[in-house]
């Protein structure tokens, strides 16, 4: 899998169309995608044009994308992945998460009531990774994991699994390294992809704070970029690659998509790592109280580390 791919979350129709196709001409070959991003008929439209016109062939080519949480009972999955692979015009995906450790029942887009939700009582996630497993086992994806799951959550995981999960994907940047969850994924072989990787600045406003800080303007990251003549956003991004983390930088912008991957080519000293993750401050820009509303039966303790 290559280290830098595109991020398609929040590309609205209309731009990830261009932004999937400037990608793979600028190099990229890897594209993470989801179902819940309302977006994948158009990425397909893209990786059509791409594979017909011979600009890339689909074995190049790196595809990832997610369960969403309306389809975590077993006779659920495989039909959502059908779905998704019907969106993207391809007979299979090189690599499909499990979004969140959060069900909803079948057809609800997100929950807003308490009846719309399963809990792990209803749905275990076991039930959930059995599905992921059986998809796998048809070949309608190469390797199977999952985002946005805790230390906890995924020790009950590695309990019943016949297939280890390969991949977490996580929120991840220097203000929140998640060093505890990295190294917990690295030792059971785990492969680690960061998420939101320059703050999600672009992100909707109902789903930002007023006072969140901007990873971008950061004087110490700024610093940085200066001392490698470079911009902020690359400085983020060979981040994690320092880290051996793969990373999905989301842009639509063309010269944005190529400077991005540009970034794999920056190597950071030392010590510049180390004032990076010392600027841990814990913060998530993507803090998942979209899911833990009073009438959810789900709790934040469900999703991140204490």
Not at 38 to 57: C, I, Q, Y
Not at 253 to 273: F, P, T, V, W, Y
Request: aromatic share 10%; charged share 25%; net charge negative.
């Amino acid at each position: 899998m290559p280290i830098v791919g595109l991020g398609t979350w929040k590309s609205k129709p209309g731009e990830v169309y261009q932004a999937v196709l400037w990608a793979l001409e600028a190099g990229y070959r890897h594209i993470d995608c989801a179902a819940i991003y309302d977006n994948e008929k158009e990425v397909g439209r893209a990786f059509e044009e791409a594979f017909s016109s011979g600009l890339v062939k689909r074995e190049e080519v790196f595809v990832t994308s997610k369960l969403w949480n309306n389809s975590h009972r077993f006779e659920d999955v495989i039909p959502a992945l059908k779905k998704t692979l019907e969106d993207l015009r391809l007979d299979y995906l090189n690599l499909y998460l499990v979004h969140w450790p959060i069900a909803f029942k079948q057809g609800v887009g997100f929950a807003r009531t308490r009846e719309e939700f399963y809990t792990y009582q209803d749905v275990p996630l076991a039930q959930t990774w059995a599905g992921m497993e059986e998809a796998k086992a048809q070949d309608l994806c190469k390797h199977i994991g999952m985002s946005n799951f805790n230390i906890s959550k995924l020790e009950e995981i590695f309990k019943t699994a016949k297939e280890e999960p390969e991949m977490n994907q996580i929120e991840l940047h220097p203000y929140l390294p998640q060093e505890k969850l990295v190294n917990f994924c690295q030792s059971k072989g785990m492969l680690v992809t960061a998420y939101s990787p320059l703050g999600s600045g672009d992100r909707a406003t109902s789903i930002k704070k007023d006072d969140e800080p901007n990873l971008l303007e950061a004087e110490k990251i700024k610093e940085i970029a200066s001392k490698y003549q470079c911009t902020p956003a690359q400085v983020l991004i060979a981040f994690s690659i320092a880290r051996n983390i793969a990373v999905i930088p989301k842009s639509v912008n063309q010269g944005r998509i190529s400077e991005n991957l540009k970034a794999a080519k920056i190597q950071l000293d030392g010590s510049d790592m180390q004032e990076l993750l010392n600027m841990d401050t814990h913060y998530r820009y993507i803090d998942g109280s979209f899911f833990t509303n009073p009438y959810s039966p789900y709790s934040l303790e469900d999703l991140w580390e204490k």
